[in-house]
């Protein structure tokens, strides 16, 4: 694991804060949505920032 300081680890629990929001605002959506492409559109992009969430966590 790297030597992080305190400022940055903060700073990447914040990070990966905005990525689980974003990803549970994504999915928000894609249930109101009617339309499928538009639907599928937000499901691949909560998907691919919970994998962001993730792969910094992995990092800690």
Known sequence: M?????M????I???VG???TTAAKLNAYASQCQDQQIKQMFQQ????AQKSA???IQML
Do not use: C, D, T
């Open 45 to 48: 992009a909560a998907g691919e």
């Open 54 to 56: 993730q792969q910094l």
């Open 2 to 6: 790297p030597n992080f300081n305190q």
């Open 18 to 20: 905005g990525h689980q």
């Open 8 to 11: 940055e680890l903060s700073s």
């Open 13 to 15: 629990r914040e990070v």
